[in-house]
């Protein structure tokens, strides 16, 4: 790392580069800008910073999410550097799910300074906590001037990062910012004012020390010999839900893992379990467990949730977020610490389970799946169903697969036992903006080829980010499931005299202009077969679209119908 310089042209400057200093030091390389001139210190200081990888865009909405997507794939905080005004306001949606899914981003917002607020002056809004209370932390920093020490600025990013290191999730930093924002000819020297960060000058470790906080594990909690359910919900990388998987087989445990914890094709996972698990005799089974133990958080299956909600046994969460996750409020023991601390803990001195509880539970699911789940999904052809089904044989080992809201996440849940890649999706808040923002976010970072299965609406709604694709250097392949609308609202009871027109919302689009449009190769299969073909072909491109277009009431009337034939199995 090079050393600090303090020839800059103005006091501004001289902030902005010690502040980006500050958190390349913290280990925050990534930088996602949107254009503005206010912005422009914490801009050029960026841009000028050779640790610095720089990222643009020019919605701050779509950016955020972009930041999202780099942030949760390379586990590391992303900061974003926004102009003042709606600038800021637009990066709301990604804040959100950044809180609610304990993801580091840093917003960097430039604002007026106190005596151009509310004066009419241009582009001026009230970002004092603009994000409420959805950010850790929020520092207003004042406008730069030598009558505050700079340790004040390295000590306050210290504060927050502190925060954003225990907690995980947002962080926000408003810098007030008066004219001059750009560099000026002659650099003026600001060596007496750097005076009290000498030790940080010649240094390249940040003004405050951070140590390793610890996990509060408690002792003497002994499971051994008890019946242990095991369910993965959303796990930050595949290694640790991969030692998980190992445990439960290891102590003969039952194992339930969402699509999120990239385990679902585990060969202990019990997959489909969403489906099967309202089938009585499979239920009464499951039901002798002693203690379910989650691992992550944000689960995905109703139908497991509600099974854990009327639970009579005990329910212990294990998550390195210190956030209230318990939506059942059932949690009976919670661990506050990473999954892999849990079991380097608990895996040496806990005694396997005999098998035979777990050996009844196969057998019951091996036969549901054999004789009901199994000749169903084979039959369907192309449908939403079976492209998610055909979609699991064609991805690459590891790559990145993103997964939209609404359907394409359930489908997945339910009909895609893939342990194939490294599963992604924006579930903290579940919404259907910024979902191509942050897949592409994803694949920038991995630099692998990536596959983005999406919901028709889901794509119309972050369509500019498709400008986002061009910064790739690997394949990026999307699989629209064009069901003109919004398909989910046929699983909810929502009136039929409304349901289409207020909630549905068909469009009668097609995607073929918007790849022409962004240069993406445009595939559009009638046949599964022909939809394996284009996915093979698209690995072998850059960018490129299938389209599936599909019936709007098709896929929900399928997973009725299968849902009926389970429940109605006498086996
Ligand atoms: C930002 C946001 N607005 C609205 C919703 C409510 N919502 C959930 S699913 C959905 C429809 C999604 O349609 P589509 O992407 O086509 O997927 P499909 O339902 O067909 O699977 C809507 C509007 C949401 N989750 N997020």
Redesign the pocket.
Known sequence: MAKFTDNTSNINLLWAKLCIEELVRHGVTDFCIAPGSRSTPLTLMAAANKNVHIHLHFDERGLGFLALGLSVASLKSVAIITTSGTAVANLY?AIIEAKQSNINLIVLSADRPPELLDCGANQAIDQHRIFSHYPLFFAQIPTPTLAISPNFLLTTLHQGLQLQQQQCGPIHFNFSFAAPFYPQDDASNYHDYLAPLQHWLNDTKPFTQRPNMQSDLVEHVDISHKKVLIVMARMKNKEESTDIAHFAAKMHYPLLADIQSSQAGNLTNLCAYDLLITQNNWLTLLQEADIVIQFGEQLLSTNLSQFIASFSGQYWLVADSTQRIDALHRVNFRFNCSPIQWLKKYSPITLPLDADWLKRIKEQHNRLHKYILQPFVSNLGLSEIGVVGALDKLLIENSPLFI?????IRLADMFMPTQRCQIYSNRGA????GIIASAIGVAKHKKLTSTLL??????L?DLNSLALLKQLSTPFIIIV?N?D?????NLLPVPNAQKRDFYQLPHGLDFRASCQQFSIAYYCPNSLEIFSENYQSALQGSISLIEIQIENKQCVQQIKQLKELINDASI
């Open positions: 949606p939209g809201n609404s359907m394409p579940s919404g259907i903006d999406i919901g028709d609406t889901s794509f709604y499931l069901n609308g919004g398909s989910i609202f």
